[in-house]
């Protein structure tokens, strides 16, 4: 930066010169020149200064520093958490979808997308079709460097199953292994740092399988219904009773219910024969606002749920948190029906 001022104004003195021989006056050309020459002996020295060096040298290492970290992109942002867990201050991680009220299946890319995915030496997706905009992005700008790690493989789960799979207990503990391993592949100098974390994430998702294992004894084979399967792992883990798979299944699809479904779910509501709903407040329609007013009106408690994990929490503490609504909705006395 330096080195290109004085260039600039050398080149502007010599124009100087040139422009006003005819017009200025000799003295205030000379006065100009002495001006100017002092100006960029100035820079010199202060280039040479030991501020200016110390200063330069911080700024490159700074810049060597962030460069030399792997840049990981997650589809959704509790992958990205996790990729942030396991990788510490040896990766940089962007998260496409990060906003509790943004509807992961209306993704929309834009060219900042297709750029941080062109950069990534490694892309996390959830895949059984949830995220197949990914697969499409990913298809159309093939980079050589870059790997992928997909939930859905990782688990064995395919097109047509749940594709809620960040609530299968199996999910991230397989997720950290694979990641785990190809951090060491890509950065093998930090190879001890990579496996004391994976350590401590995965001694970390303890509390939630004690969680589970907690509500499943008190609360195994308790009715509960939701209007779509998200929490759909969680509650077969808990081995609760889930009504209406059907309707649920319908919603998730985008698809009609059956007005069979229909009526048997808002049955389920109005006689309390569920005791709880679990609600999507993330995508919702009128179909499913229906049956929520249908529930606080027929006293049964109401879980809300989001695809996407609240920024300020980390993906354990998230998952405890729902869980602990999900606990707090269960103990609840069925209130009065209202209708």
């Not at 789960?157 to 292994?177: I, Q, R």
């Not at 077969?236 to 798979?245: F, I, R, S, T």
Request: proline share 5%; charged share 20%.
């Amino acid at each position: 930066m330096i080195e290109a001022t004085k260039r600039y104004l050398l080149y502007h003195l010599a124009y100087s010169r040139f422009f006003f021989s005819g017009c200025i006056m000799p003295t205030l050309i000379q006065y100009m020149s002495a001006y100017i020459a002092r100006f960029v002996l100035s820079l010199s020295l202060f280039a040479m200064s030991p501020f200016a060096v110390a200063h330069n040298s911080s700024a490159l290492a700074t810049m060597s520093s962030a460069t030399s970290r792997l840049l990981l992109v997650a589809a959704e942002n509790f992958y990205g958490d996790v990729l942030t867990q396991l990788g510490g201050e040896h990766v940089t991680v962007t998260s496409l979808i990060n906003h509790p009220k943004q509807d992961p299946h209306l993704f929309e890319a834009s060219p900042s997308t297709a750029r941080q995915l062109a950069h990534a030496r490694l892309v996390v997706y959830n895949g059984a079709d949830y995220d197949p905009w990914l697969t499409k992005l990913l298809a159309a700008s093939k980079v050589p460097q870059r790997e992928q790690i997909v939930a859905a493989t990782l688990v064995g789960k395919k097109s047509g199953d749940n594709p809620h799979l960040w609530y299968l207990p199996e999910t991230m503990p397989a997720l950290g292994a694979a990641v785990t391993a190809f951090l060491i592949r890509a950065d093998s100098a930090h190879q001890e740092d990579y496996n004391a974390r994976l350590s401590a994430f995965l001694a970390s998702l303890k509390p939630i399988e004690a969680k589970i294992a907690e509500l499943r004894e008190k609360y195994r084979g308790t009715p509960i219904t939701a209007t779509e399967p998200i929490l759909g792992y969680l509650i077969q883990a808990l081995e609760l009773k889930d009504n209406n798979p059907r309707f649920q299944q319908a919603i998730m699809n985008d698809t009609e219910p059956s007005a069979t479904d229909i009526a048997a779910f808002e049955k389920d509501l109005r006689q309390q024969r569920v005791k709880v709903l679990i609600y999507n407040a993330q995508t919702s329609d009128e179909m499913t606002r229906h049956l929520l007013k249908l529930a606080h009106a027929s006293g049964v408690a109401v879980m809300e749920v989001s695809e996407v994990k609240p920024a300020n929490l980390s993906y354990q503490a998230w998952i405890l948190s729902q869980l602990s609504a999900l606990e707090q909705a269960l103990a609840q006395t069925p209130k009065q029906n209202r209708r």
